[in-house]
């Protein structure tokens, strides 16, 4: 089913046939590469086990309630004489809140008992509970919940990874865009200059045009070839760096072939009207979702948890236990006696330590370490807030030399157009129409480039903001 979905999701760009109507490529969107990053990357993958591994944290901390039965057993029999035999069954139940219930039987026999202890079978059940330290926060509890704040940390955190990896992904995809673009527009440049170098050679062989002529129309050309040949080999590496972002569902490796390329041109030709996000929109959600400020405000709920747990190592020691007891292994057979008045055990036991050197130092390091951390929160969100500020402005930046671009260009063409009617009517010449096309074609080389920047920027600004996941 993976496979199917991987195919239908990879194979389905759009199709579109060259000028020619001969060969059928396969057309590769953004978006495309953003879903196939996010399904298929193995460092997505690992995300996934990331917070795998923290719902496994979490319920190894929930071990930590969960009911225990144990049994003691013991006998001693020396020199013919039947010391004791002992047989204890428990189970104890922990709460949230501290308290520990217990319920169990004991059996006791033997001519050397503790008198202490009772003879035959009884019963009991009891609580044991702290009435001063620990008992509005312990390790177990302040386990469990650190470890529930830490598995909502994880999705935080896969966010932050899959942001930073789509940010590598989408810059490598509008490389490849632009060397695309390149040697799309020097395949065009070649063939429009192949057919002026037959022109030329008709017009000479006429008697119309000199010799000269030849040997500059050819020249054109083998340098524009020359230029060719340099962009489709920087297209074919583009997309060799773009493959290493492209993975199958069986987590194979998958290679872009020459017959993949960008989607169409449509998305260059609405910059100049495109929708630039609002600033105080894109800072606002970055204060509130975004993954690495996030990160630090879970941080801080970890350590005020913490710093509950060493505000106990403050407070004395008090433990209560209770067991009502009753005989035989029925528990409920007897009518209960009152507390305290007959058929219970109780313990009571208290400590402090006197100067609190440990209690102290630890909570007064936790404080430290919340302090710390919202320092920590308020650079970072300054960084991010500054870096959001920044592309914002590049991106407006990039729209203006857009349009100043797309009119010199515009220019340029329209002068390349003019010197070739010039010289069809003998005004003009060869050279002039080779300085005017080279021109027209920097130009445009230099618009596809600022078309891919205003794209790339727009892209790390949708990252500096945390806003790549969909």
């Known amino acids: 089913m993976n496979s199917i979905k991987y195919l239908i999701l990879f194979s389905a760009f759009v199709l579109s046939s060259s000028a020619k109507g001969q060969d059928t490529l396969q057309r590769l969107s953004a978006q495309q590469v953003m879903e196939i990053v996010m399904q298929y990357h193995p460092v997505a993958k690992e995300a996934d086990i990331f917070i795998e591994k923290a719902k496994a944290d979490v319920t190894i901390a929930k071990g930590m309630f969960d009911p225990v039965l144990q049994n003691e057993t013991a006998k001693k029999k020396f020199d013919g004489n039947n010391y004791y035999q002992y047989n204890r069954p428990e189970l104890s139940i922990p709460t949230w809140f501290g308290i520990e219930v217990s319920a169990g039987l004991e059996y006791l026999s033997g001519n050397r008992t503790n008198p202490v202890e009772t003879k035959g079978e009884t019963s009991y059940l009891g609580i044991s509970m702290p009435l001063i330290k620990n008992l509005l926060m312990d390790k177990r509890r302040a386990a469990l919940q ?106 194979q490796p998958y290679i872009l072939s020459a017959r993949v390329v960008p989607e169409d041109d449509l998305p260059f030709l609405n910059i100049a009207s495109g929708i630039v996000p609002e600033l105080s929109s894109l800072l606002e959600s970055a204060r509130r979702n975004h993954p690495e400020l996030l990160f630090y405000t879970y941080k801080l709920d970890a350590l005020n948890i913490d710093k509950r747990l060493k505000f106990q190592e403050l407070l004395p020691k008090l433990n209560f236990r209770y067991n009502q007891l009753s005989k035989g292994y029925n528990i409920w057979e007897n009518s209960p006696e009152p507390f305290f008045e007959n058929n219970f055990q109780y313990g009571l036991s208290m400590g402090i330590p006197l100067r609190l050197s440990e209690g102290r130092g630890e909570y007064k390091k936790s404080k430290l370490k919340i302090i710390e951390t919202q320092l920590q929160l308020t650079q970072k969100q300054l960084a991010v807030e500054t870096k959001i500020k920044n592309y914002f402005n590049q991106l407006l ?30 005004e003009s010449s060869l050279f002039f129409i080779n300085a005017r096309e080279n021109k027209a074609l920097e130009a445009l080389q230099k618009l596809q480039e600022l078309k891919t920047k205003y794209f790339k920027t727009e892209t790390f600004l949708q990252w500096a903001a945390g806003l790549l996941i969909p």
Do not use: H
Request: glycine share 2%.
């Open 146 to 251: 650190t470890a529930k704040i830490f598995r909502e940390a994880s999705a935080t955190e896969k966010r932050n990874i899959l942001n930073n990896l789509l940010l590598d992904a989408m810059d490598n995809y509008w490389n490849w865009v632009q060397q695309y673009q390149v040697n799309k527009i020097l395949i065009d440049a070649v063939s429009v200059n192949q057919k002026r170098v037959e022109l030329v050679k008709t017009a000479f062989r006429l008697g119309e045009r000199p010799a000269i002529d030849t040997t500059e129309a050819l020249t054109q050309l083998q340098n524009i070839e020359l230029l060719k040949s340099q962009a489709s080999l920087d297209f074919q590496n583009a997309g060799l760096d773009l493959s290493v972002f492209l993975w199958t569902a069986a987590t």
């Open 397 to 426: 930046t990039l729209k203006n030399q857009v349009v100043l671009q797309e009119k010199a260009y515009k220019n340029y063409a329209s002068l390349l157009r003019g010197e070739e009617i010039r010289f069809m009517a003998g």
